[in-house]
């Protein structure tokens, strides 16, 4: 509440209007249009999507979007979410998906090839760099794969997330989202088709990590420990998210991930070959 300085009268403090969605979009890469076109009803027929603190979204800026994993649908319902809220979602996905005309439309919407347990990794970093540079939404699954917990709780992260979060200004917002296992269960491998699945999704707060920057930057090298204890740090708020968005208690650690990984993964990791 503030003061008007010419009256003396109590004003009610307004939010600041969020600025026009299409404005917020902008610029839309060529095959954005394609998507909005194929991807849009596509996710509209699957799901009932329902959005938690869309508004922590911020309408500009970098955005390091962080999500748990819960099936290979989630970018369809993930990218709703972002663009709903007055964005254009930019995902780090598994390398061998860039090919032949699915290449092509991924490439020509700015989406981002992670090239995952080669020399190349380090690429997909800068890549992911570059776009949050560009003041873009970075959409990235830590876990690299769809979660192998029984419950469907986060598993153990790889810390590709730590180094982009360290490195870059991007706004870190932790987002929990429940309701695509429901469609395709990667556990058994079977779809479960209908229309309209519920498909909750909530936003959290962006995560404070100004000191650890401020340290980085002041030379504090990325060492495996600080990487590690960042990422759970991301990651425990993607839970915590998760926990309120089922109404359902946590658990205290993450799962094991499983080792070697299933072929037919899809990462959704940032340096998901250039860190552990």
């Known amino acids: 509440m503030t003061q008007d300085a010419h009256t003396g009268a109590a004003q009610v403090d307004r939010p600041a209007r969020r600025p026009a969605k299409w404005s917020t979009r902008r610029p839309l890469p060529a095959g954005i249009w394609v998507a909005i076109v194929v991807v849009y009803p596509i996710a509209s027929l699957l799901f009932r999507l329902r959005y938690r603190h869309g508004d922590r979204l911020p309408p500009t800026g970098p955005v390091l979007l962080v999500a748990n994993h819960v099936s290979v649908l989630d970018p369809l319902a993930c990218g709703r979410l972002v663009f709903d809220n007055g964005r254009i979602p930019h995902f780090l996905a598994k390398e061998s998906l860039f090919k032949g005309f699915l290449g092509t439309l991924l490439r020509a919407a700015g989406q981002i090839p992670v090239a995952r347990y080669t020399s190349h990794a380090k690429g997909s970093v800068s890549a992911a760099q570059k776009a949050l540079s560009e003041n873009r939404v970075v959409v990235i699954y830590p876990e690299g794969s769809v979660t192998r917990d029984p419950d469907w709780w986060p598993m153990e992260a790889r810390t590709g997330v730590a180094r982009l979060a360290l490195t870059t200004e991007a706004a870190v917002v932790p987002v929990a989202q429940w309701g695509p296992q429901r469609v395709h269960d990667y556990h058994t491998k079977k779809w479960h088709l209908r229309f309209r699945a519920p498909a909750d999704y909530s936003v959290g707060e962006a995560i404070d990590l100004a000191d ?59 340096a998901s070959g250039s860190a552990a």
């Open 212 to 270: 650890l920057r401020a340290e980085v930057r002041a030379g504090r090298p990325l060492s495996a420990e600080l990487l590690r204890s960042t990422t759970d740090l991301i990651m425990s708020r993607v839970r915590d998210q998760l926990a309120e968005l089922r109404d359902e208690p946590p658990p205290a650690t993450f799962y094991t991930r499983p080792a070697p990984e299933l072929p037919g993964d899809v990462s959704g990791s940032a």
